[in-house]
């Protein structure tokens, strides 16, 4: 590995641990925090867990577990190219959605009103919640005891009201801070992979077509670039070629637009970077219009499917059902993991949904709730 730039996160300069503990003998810092995300229950929970389809909607789709991988492999990519900690950028990208609820951002939207009287529901905060609190493996500590920088690339976003109540790792949002490299590496490399995901899943499941996508400049042209390269090509290869050619153009883009801006930007260190003002890792100009062209595409034809929409539909119900059986029988909840200090019970109700697999929550719903009623539901769930 090159050597890293002086504005990259190291262990050398890493603002450490909430509980100090003995230097790792033969990984770095952020070996040890990506071994310990792997390690974690939340972190397998997520093969069970949506993305856009729900989990047993087919075999072939991403879960979140598949998504966080391929979230990494990109984020990777970039964070190599640009010097920058690969071990870091590898742990907040393996671990960016650790909190997120079953069933995608249907169930965080239905447990984040279920919430409402109660602080609410943010995903991002909850990934955090996951890593420092919930997960209950070691003795000497709760949860992972994962760095600061880790910690800080997890917390994506945060309202100002909550980033008040989290100290250091909330000065970032009170005081308009950017997080280090790693984290707005492993950011853009989310939205990469979702954006260009969703295509193929899209396409996979029928929902949405090539034809209709080239209304979108960046399809149309990795489009005519696939077919001149390879006249005739057809179906999987097609949209397989063409997503390959997509992601290699937005990832060159963002290395070659981030080199510059960091160049421009003069920064010498991680805690430049940070008060730097402006995000550093970023897509070009054009780049990022086709991008959000896309985005928008998607969210129009695909998100807002029929189709997904109506499984939306259904997973809210789930998650609002559990919950309020859960408020109505508080005996049906788990025992809490040891230590955990649960503000209220409608936040232990709602870690203990946002830890559901999708799966789990169907058969919860079906065992608690409503018996059979889902079996005679037509369509998915
Ligand atoms: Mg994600």
């Known amino acids: 590995m090159s050597p890293l730039a002086c504005y990259a996160a190291s262990d050398e300069v890493s603002r450490g641990r909430l509980s100090t503990e003995q230097p790792p003998s033969f990984r770095s810092q952020y070996q040890r925090d ?6 974690s229950s939340a972190f397998r929970r997520l093969e069970y867990k949506t993305q856009v389809f729900v989990n047993h909607e087919g075999d072939m789709f991403r879960t979140r577990l598949t998504h966080s991988i391929e979230v990494s492999q990109i984020g990777r990519t970039i964070a190599r190219a640009l010097s920058l900690n690969e071990d870091l950028t590898e742990a907040v990208c393996l671990a960016h959605d650790l909190g997120h609820t079953p069933f995608g951002h249907a169930g965080q939207e239905a ?9 609410g529901f943010e995903h991002n905060l909850q990934s955090l919640r996951v890593v420092d609190v919930l997960e209950d493996r070691y003795a000497d500590y709760p949860g992972l005891n994962l760095t600061y920088e880790t910690r800080e690339g997890i917390l994506k976003h945060c309202s100002i009201a909550k980033a008040k109540t989290l100290g250091e790792l909330g000065q970032r949002f009170t005081h308009r801070q950017q997080p280090g490299l790693e984290s707005q590496v492993a950011n853009i490399a989310d939205e990469i992979a979702y954006n260009n995901h969703d295509v193929d899943d899209g396409l996979r499941a029928d929902l949405i077509s090539i034809n209709a996508l080239r209304e979108c400049e960046i399809i149309e042209e990795h489009y005519q670039f696939t077919v001149d390269r390879w006249p005739g090509i057809l179906g ?20 070659e637009t981030s080199k510059v801006r960091i160049e421009q930007a003069g920064v010498r260190s991680i805690d430049d970077v940070r008060n730097a003002g402006e995000a550093l890792i970023v897509l070009g100009e054009d780049m990022q219009r086709k991008h959000i062209q896309l985005k928008r595409f998607l969210s129009k034809n695909l998100y807002n499917h029929d189709k997904v929409r109506n499984m939306a539909e259904k997973s809210r119900h789930i998650v609002t059902k559990l919950f309020e059986a859960y408020a109505n029988q508080p005996d049906l909840l788990p025992d809490k993991p040891n230590g955990v200090e649960a503000d209220s019970m409608e936040c232990m109700i709602k870690d203990y949904i946002a830890g559901m697999t999708d799966r789990f929550a169907i058969t919860e719903f079906e065992r608690i709730v409503k018996p059979g009623a889902l079996a005679k539901t037509a369509g998915p769930i």
């Open 34 to 39: 990506r071994d310990r995300i792997i390690h």
């Open 111 to 119: 447990l984040n009103l279920c919430m409402k009287d109660f602080g």
């Open 236 to 255: 999987r290869r097609l949209s397989n070629e063409l997503i390959r050619s997509m992601i290699n153009s937005l990832v060159t883009d963002l290395i």
